[in-house]
């Protein structure tokens, strides 16, 4: 269901929602560096963000379980906080040896107290009682202990988890499940989107042996297929597109009816709603956003598409692949027909669902409910929050409140779907975003998507790609795809994992000792 509200990756569009392109630095003049100046300003920030952030913490529906209260409102806090253009403020507190709050995302109140306390010391005022000790890492110890429910102990050599998606042979293969465990990995990941029940059973059986033989448990997480808008029979015209190509979109079973012209390949959209929801001017992509079009015309016969987007080569078109329609509202459920009969199995297998399309604390709500019919103990299972579409992003504050607080949650940043949705030079900015977000909520993060991607399937990893496996450390738990070198992605992602969390934490640097020089 691809359906945010935004265009192309160059379409101001795009950005709509996501601020500004570009936010300027503040000019070095434009710095409070006046101590009694600097005060004042703090306390005027504080008392804005008790405000403010009251205020939108009685907006939520706070459940009563997993003791969530204090992270809702430490994330309303955070919210609050970062409404604000702290930057000015940042240089004169750095300038004094204070701290910057560039790392209050855990304890908003706390940081701003004691900075306060810091400041009004040198001003000569009165200080404020400094916060006791424990409320700068009450959040931190939250967020371990929701990783360690949800993932398990990670060991001593790294802190972040590891998932790894299973691939369909893992049914046939016991040796797979028993590589996982004897490699420690924490979590495994089951697409519903593929094989079927009697398949899933028999890779969890194969899990569970595993586990017995090697003593080390692994989480097992289902993934629903969700409503996925896919391509569906193709003819006419060419295969491979390039830019400056038509493309038609069709809705199901109008195939033949609706393809005009040969000379233009005609496709069908498993979903007809998208044919039917979009316009004239509003994008397409194809692929994960190997091919990218907008609509020419929109009318009975379906949509054709000038292709705008494609690389040197081309693009074979092919069946079963990813359509978007990021322009769209569908307004279509997050939970399908069939996710509600795989919850089946999931309620009674799983050790969590993961809710592909999550758009808002609604579609949370429905998915709780459904729960709630196939298990008692329904809070119990874990969920976690795909981040896919614009409107995931708009609405996570929401989403992740009415989901932690009434079972183990944590949130994936599904890189693939959502960099298409917001355009890829966008996607870098975001994923800090939905971090620091999480992290303020005490919520842990699955970093999703193409990690070490060359490594799994083709043997070899790109320098990006171990960089970009490098900054997964900042989450709890990295999400591996399946791939002929799995195993080897395994171990050189351990060792990364393990040597980054020497120097970083969060976004905190740690200052071990350098060894190099």
């Known amino acids: 269901m691809k359906n945010a509200r935004h265009a192309s990756a160059g379409d101001p569009r795009r950005h709509r929602h996501l601020g500004p392109k570009v936010r300027q630095s503040p000019q070095p003049d434009k710095a409070i560096t006046e101590p009694a100046a600097l005060l ?18 009685g907006q939520w529906d706070i459940g ?58 040198i001003v000569g005022r009165q200080p404020d009682e400094r916060p006791p000790s424990e409320a700068f890492f009450a959040g931190e110890r939250c967020l371990t202990e929701r990783r360690q429910a949800l993932f398990g102990a990670t060991g ?28 420690r990995i924490e979590a495994l990941r089951i697409n519903c989107a593929h094989d079927g029940p009697r398949r899933w059973l028999r890779m969890i059986e194969h899990a569970r042996s595993a586990e017995q033989e090697t003593g080390h448990r692994m989480r097992i997480f289902m993934d629903l297929a969700g409503p996925k808008i896919r391509t569906g029979d193709m ?58 079009g907008v609509i020419e015309e929109a009318g009975d016969d ?9 690389p040197e080569k081309g693009v074979r078109l092919k069946p079963e692949k990813g359509l978007n329609f990021p322009d769209a509202d569908l307004g279509i459920a997050a939970l399908t027909k069939k996710d509600r009969r795989d919850l089946k199995f999931i ?136 791939g002929p070198h799995i195993l080897e992605a395994i171990e050189v992602l351990d060792t990364l994992l393990g040597r980054m969390g020497e120097h970083q934490h969060k976004k905190t640097p740690q200052l071990r000792a350098l060894k190099s020089w």
Not at 163 to 182: G, I, K
Not at 302 to 310: D, K, N, R, S, T
């Open 40 to 57: 004042d300003s703090l306390d005027a920030l504080t008392t804005e963000v008790r405000r403010e952030g009251a205020a939108k913490l």
């Open 64 to 121: 009563e379980a997993h003791g969530f209260a204090s992270c809702a409102a430490n994330l309303a806090d955070y919210l609050a906080l970062r409404g604000h253009d702290l930057r000015p403020l940042q240089r004169g507190l750095t300038m004094l040896g204070l701290s910057s709050l560039g790392r209050s995302e855990g304890h908003v109140l706390p940081a701003l107290q004691a900075t306060r306390a810091a400041l009004a010391a």
């Open 156 to 183: 001593d050599l790294r802190a972040t988890a590891i998932m790894v998606t299973c691939p369909s042979e893992a049914a046939e293969d016991p040796a797979f499940m028993r590589d996982l465990a004897d490699r």
């Open 235 to 292: 003819e006419g015209g060419r295969r491979r597109l390039h830019v400056g190509d038509r493309l038609r979109i069709v809705e199901p079973g109008t195939l033949g009816a609706h393809n005009t012209d040969e000379a233009v390949t005609a496709v069908e959209c498993t979903l007809g709603e998208a044919v039917r929801s979009s316009r004239t001017g509003d994008h397409v992509f194809y692929n994960d956003g190997k091919l990218g």
């Open 302 to 310: 379906g949509l054709l598409v000038l292709i705008e987007q494609a």
């Open 347 to 482: 309620a009674a297998h799983a050790d969590g669902v993961q809710y592909s399309f999550v758009q808002s604390a609604a579609d949370v709500m429905q998915l709780q409910e459904a729960l709630a019919e196939l298990r008692d103990d329904w809070q119990e299972l874990a969920i976690v929050l795909k981040v896919e579409t614009i409107r995931a992003i708009d609405n996570l504050p929401e989403i992740m409140v009415h989901a932690a607080s009434r079972q183990p949650t944590a949130v994936m940043i599904a890189r693939g779907d959502l960099a298409v949705e917001i355009g890829f030079a966008r996607m870098a900015e975001m994923q800090e975003e939905i971090l620091w977000l999480a992290e303020a909520a005490h919520v842990p993060v699955i970093w999703a998507t193409q990690v070490l991607e060359n490594l799994v399937k083709k043997g070899r990893p790109s320098r990006g790609e171990m960089t970009d496996a490098a900054m997964a450390e900042r989450a709890e738990c990295v999400m591996l795809n399946k």
